[in-house]
């Protein structure tokens, strides 16, 4: 008999091309913003981080993953374009999950900014939360 778990969040993109849940602990949501996430996400990637064997899918088949390096891969919708994921090789067992894709309530906080240096000019960065001007 599978052993049910309890969902502790859920989520997906704009056109319900992607849908998933998570069963296990988030970590509270980190802002990246490097030259990579900035232009792939039209802004900066918040995000928050999932036991890969936490993450499981409803819906999948608008799933698309771009390989951006050897090493680093962003997950979209092949449909709406919504970015949801991002993942590193040598992280293999953690999925990054792009925090505005998580249905409300999270109950989560923005804990630290890290690439601070490299924000867009446009963009003012939360004094309360604790930024570091490159990767930790």
């Known amino acids: 008999m599978e052993k049910i778990q309890e969902i502790r969040a859920t989520g997906g993109c704009d056109c319900g091309g992607v849908r998933y849940r998570v ?7 980190v802002d990246c913003h ?4 900035r232009r792939i996400t039209g802004h900066h990637m918040a995000a928050t981080s999932v036991a890969e064997r936490d993450l499981h899918f409803d819906t999948k088949e608008a ?3 771009y390989q951006r390096t050897p090493t680093v891969r962003y997950g979209f919708c092949g449909h709406c374009g919504a ?3 991002w993942a590193a090789s040598d992280k293999p067992e953690r999925v990054s999950i792009t925090a505005g894709s998580l249905d409300q309530p999270t109950g989560l906080i923005t804990e630290e900014i890290i690439y601070a240096a ?10 309360d939360v604790p ?6």
């Open 23 to 29: 069963t296990g602990p988030l970590r509270n949501v």
């Open 34 to 37: 490097c030259e990579p996430c």
């Open 63 to 65: 799933l698309t993953w």
């Open 83 to 85: 970015s949801l994921f």
């Open 118 to 127: 490299e924000a867009g000019d446009y963009h003012r960065l939360d004094p």
């Open 131 to 136: 930024a570091l001007p490159g990767d930790h």
